[in-house]
């Protein structure tokens, strides 16, 4: 069982922590933010709790009790876009396609995009099982 829980500031810490990851952000092709960027956008995205604002709706990924990531639906141009991380001690799991479809399936509004740089074919396959 993979849970979804809401974000709140008690997590910030240690989603950070999964973001500075090397081998993650080279899988996922990004650059991780020092504490001040990430602290103050997601305190902007906190302080939103329905989401009106900044349109955010963010959880973290639960798994054998402890949090193993995060997945979020974020307001794009054209359409929602999901994002998800999943801190790399947890790959391999199956945590990312369970996630990704319990978001999907309490998340309505359609259509939803996302996107995975073209040599992450961990995160390709998520996708692709997630339709």
């Not at 650059?31 to 960027?37: E, I, M, Q, S, V």
């Not at 973290?60 to 359409?79: F, K």
């Not at 929602?80 to 801190?87: F, K, R």
Request: charged share 20%.
């Amino acid at each position: 069982m993979v849970p979804l829980r809401r974000t709140t500031y008690a997590y910030l810490m240690l989603l950070h922590a999964f973001e500075l990851d090397g081998a993650s952000n080279e899988l996922a092709g990004t650059k991780p933010r020092d504490w001040d960027t990430f602290r103050a956008r997601w305190e902007q995205i906190l302080a939103d709790p329905n989401g009106d604002a900044t349109g955010v709706t963010p959880w973290v990924i639960c798994a054998d009790g402890v949090v193993v990531g995060s997945v979020n639906m974020s307001p794009d141009q054209r359409a929602d876009s999901i994002g998800y991380w999943i801190a790399r001690e947890h790959w391999g799991r199956g945590i990312g396609t369970v996630a990704v479809a319990l978001m999907l399936r309490d998340f309505m509004r359609r259509p939803v995009f996302a996107t995975a740089a073209g040599h992450n074919s961990p995160s390709i396959r998520v996708l692709e099982n997630s339709g």
